[in-house]
């Protein structure tokens, strides 16, 4: 009977080990295999933080990485920070990354870019209805466990779950694609320290394209937050309450002509309201562009397209959004 025993444990032992292999090789292959995408690495590097070296944590869509310098931050606050953030990301996305963020971080501060309360749904409409690349690399880049599987079923019709979960499913005929195992590779053995979760463009806008947006047509059509994005925000307000966490709304500065072709009100007002029903204070950067230092004559040096900031628009926004979060003056 005992040795019926230690044959059974042994065989037991064996399964135990073959599953974790199997796991680990699978992990391994998803790592090489998985397309380069600054969205997973956003990720990866955040697991490497040690705990309590993030002080202010910023989520958002792509707003968010190319207008917070997080060393502009750090001067005017003393405070480390981190950018979640990713392309097109929504505010469900975003309260689902501060979600997992506070598994292995505790903020004093949280910043929500204000354009992720628009109407993104998901991409649960269109020609390939609740599947995006956008949305899969943000979760794709999450470790496994409760906050991912909440995330996927909030994000996911039931049929589209094990789509969502399997990255490999995706991602194995990458095989052949040497470009992305090798950069890869060196994302994992050499640069994942050194990575920074802040985009910002180096090149501004051209003569060309700002003439372009010139030309735009006044759109009076009303914009709308989905109710999706509503609903998540509130949780978010929840959440950070419950967790002692500050949390702010900024909308980072578009391009002025741009603002001007839409119903830009319509925009604010909503985020305002919502914003102002929780008691969160919503700051909105395309009303001071003078204090900002965004004049007429350099819009075109500080943007890289209407909706986004190069480096040194970031710098100045950065400084103007924590000083006046913060009360500080400038020197």
């Known amino acids: 009977m005992q040795k019926c025993r230690v044959t059974h444990l042994k065989e037991c032992l064996k399964w135990v080990c073959f599953v974790l292999l199997f796991l680990a090789g699978l992990k391994m292959a998803v790592l090489l295999l998985y397309p380069s995408n600054a969205a997973v690495r956003t990720w990866q590097h955040f697991y490497t933080l040690k705990r309590g070296e993030v002080d202010m944590l910023v989520v958002g869509s792509s707003h968010a990485y190319s207008t917070f310098d997080p060393s502009v931050i750090s001067q005017v606050t003393g405070m480390d920070s981190y950018i979640l953030a990713s392309n097109s990301q929504n505010t469900v996305q975003a309260y689902f990354n501060v979600k997992e963020a506070l598994h292995y971080q505790k903020p004093e501060a949280i910043i929500l870019e204000a354009f992720s309360l628009d109407n993104n749904d998901n991409w649960r409409y269109g020609e390939t209805p609740d599947r995006d690349w956008k949305k899969e690399s943000n979760i794709d880049g999450m470790h496994f466990g409760l906050t991912k599987l909440e995330a996927v079923m909030a994000q996911y019709e039931r049929a589209n779950w094990s789509y969502a979960l399997l990255p490999i499913v995706r991602c194995h005929s990458n095989w052949t694609d040497i470009v992305t195992i090798g950069s890869n590779l060196a994302f994992y053995t050499k640069g994942i320290r ?39 925000f509130h949780k978010l307000a929840q959440l950070c309450r419950e967790e002692g966490i500050t949390l702010y709304v900024v909308m980072a500065p578009m391009y002025d002509v741009y603002i001007r072709s839409i119903n830009y009100d319509s925009c604010t007002s909503q985020i305002a309201a919502l914003a102002e029903s929780e008691g969160v204070f919503f700051l909105d950067c395309n009303q001071y562009y003078s204090e900002i230092g965004l004049t007429f004559e350099d819009f075109e040096d500080v943007f890289s397209d209407y909706h986004h900031l190069n480096s040194a628009g970031a710098e100045k926004v950065t400084q103007f959004v924590l000083e006046t979060l913060y009360g500080q003056e400038k020197d």
């Open 194 to 232: 050194e990575y920074s979760s802040f985009h910002p463009s180096e090149t501004s806008m051209s003569a060309e394209t700002a003439a372009l947006y010139a030309q735009e047509d006044y759109n009076p059509s009303e914009w709308f937050i989905s109710d999706t994005n509503v609903l998540h």
